[in-house]
């Protein structure tokens, strides 16, 4: 692995950092973001032999390149505020552009914990574009050519070695890059397609690399990504593939409901049981993507309004997100992915700074056919637990949104409850409220949950109107 130099923060062009959806007001909770383009020389990975279904793959770096490109860090101004957590996302390039998904689902609980957060364009698209972009102005030379001109990316084989560049960077150059915050601990995250790269990154460069002190992998398939590929060679990951149980670094690997069940995800093929150095969090009622993810949580500043209106769109779902640009043929999830995403954060962090390992967590039912089994509002069973299921007023669905275009099946469902059976479960407002706020303290003590997430969830529920006359 080479070592990577680092040039910045970038304010050329039009003077402002591109990464599609951006971040709420960071400097009105006390944060910043700088962009930097680091550089150097980069190793692709082979294997002499076939990649093995237990993940044990031992890799080798083939054919150095060169490189140049970008890093974000959005931080604490003071660096007193920090808690010593950096979380280093691999941004997610499947639209045809960057993407942060954990940043937009995690962030409140990262700004008010103090974590600084890095993403890198690990991948060629992300920087260039491709043709099946769904905007193809968002890849960053088409977004802003003086200000990204002097990136060069010489292909996806090698976006593993400059992601441990990246996190390396991190490690050893904080003082410019953080701002003064020295890293205490250093995290990989990802999710989808990111998550699909960094499953072949943990088996495959993670053991050589010695970067990361945990991982997320958030919402990944049965299988990891190619480790090298041409349109001439492919060392294809195996179908199934597991993650290997030798290497001593904290895996968390989230799933949502989709990706469970969801036909070209399909996670419960590879389902691994807890053990040592990895835990598997389940969660029923959510979806790959939301509503949060697509939209509310953009401009979350953690006051509790985007926990009003995401609340409130149980009730009144919509199918159409950024103003119409995506329409879905049904509302689109609205469940509580958001909330046992940063409990999840959380729980790696604690993981990797004291040594213990999370409780292990239920896994979701599925039938002996490898369905899920539904309870009477048409929710799924076991998993990890919300007041969102527990106390419904919505069927919340990570399946039954047909594909169409634009990734709609990826979105899930929600189905409001109708008023004859939220009258029955709810004759008052006081009883939907005493039912939220029974199973609302069960998932903060089983950890599904963080107190201060379960605040704002609760006010909320009380200023609703569910079960009012």
């Not at 808690?83 to 962030?107: C, I, K, S």
């Not at 053991?207 to 002190?213: F, G």
Request: aromatic share 8%; hydrophobic share 40%.
């Amino acid at each position: 692995m080479g070592q990577a130099v680092v040039d910045g923060p970038i304010t050329t062009g039009n003077g402002a950092v591109v990464l599609s959806a951006g971040a709420p007001d960071l400097a009105a909770v006390g944060y910043v973001q700088e962009e930097y383009f680091i550089s150097g020389t980069a190793s692709a990975f082979r294997s002499a032999t076939s990649l093995s279904a237990d993940g044990r793959w031992s890799a080798t770096p083939v054919n150095p390149a060169p490189y140049t490109t970008r890093i974000v860090v959005r931080r604490p101004v003071d660096a007193a505020r920090s808690n010593g957590t950096v979380a280093v996302e691999w941004l997610n390039v499947t639209a045809g552009f960057d993407t942060a998904p954990d940043w937009t689902g995690a962030h409140v609980e990262m700004i008010r914990s103090g974590w600084t957060w890095v993403g890198v364009s690990a991948q060629a698209v992300g920087i260039v574009g491709s043709k099946r972009s769904l905007v193809a102005a968002l890849a960053l030379k088409n977004a802003d050519p003086v200000r990204y001109g002097p990136l060069s990316h010489p292909g996806d084989n090698y976006s593993y070695d400059i992601f441990s560049q990246a996190g390396a960077l991190v490690r050893t150059k904080w003082q410019q890059v953080l701002g003064g915050i020295e890293p205490k601990h250093i995290l990989a995250l990802g999710e989808s397609q990111s998550a699909f790269r960094l499953t072949t990154y943990v088996n495959a460069v993670a053991p050589i690399a010695d970067v990361y002190d945990g991982f997320m992998l958030h919402s990944r398939g049965a299988i990891g990504a190619p480790l090298f590929s041409t349109p001439f060679q492919q060392l294809r990951a195996p179908d199934p593939t597991l993650l290997r149980t030798d290497h001593a670094v904290p895996v968390l690997v989230f799933e949502t409901e989709t990706d469970m069940v969801a036909k070209g995800l399909d996670y419960r093929r590879v389902d691994q049981p807890d053990d040592a150095f990895i835990r598997g969090w389940q969660v029923p009622g959510t979806a790959h993507q939301d509503l949060y993810g697509l939209g509310i949580g953009d401009g979350d500043l953690g006051d509790g309004a985007a926990d009003v209106a995401l609340f409130a769109s149980m009730s009144d779902p919509p199918n159409a997100i950024y103003g119409g640009v995506i329409t879905c043929e049904v509302p689109i999830n609205t469940g509580p992915h958001p909330y046992v995403l940063r409990a999840a954060l959380a729980a790696l962090n604690t993981w990797v700074a004291t040594g213990s390992a999370p409780t292990s967590m239920p896994a979701i039912e599925l039938n002996a056919s490898g369905d899920l089994v539904l309870d009477d509002a048409g929710n799924a069973r076991g998993g990890i637990r919300t007041p969102h299921l527990d106390a419904p007023i919505a069927q919340l669905s990570g399946i039954g949104q047909p594909m169409g275009k634009s990734f709609c099946g990826l979105f899930g469902t929600t189905t409001p409850l109708d008023a004859t059976t939220l009258a029955a479960k709810y004759p008052t407002h006081e009883a939907f409220v005493r039912a939220w706020e029974t199973a609302l303290d069960h998932a903060v003590a089983s950890g599904a949950v963080l107190p201060a997430d379960a605040v704002q969830l609760r006010t909320a529920a009380q200023t609703s109107v569910i079960g009012a006359p």
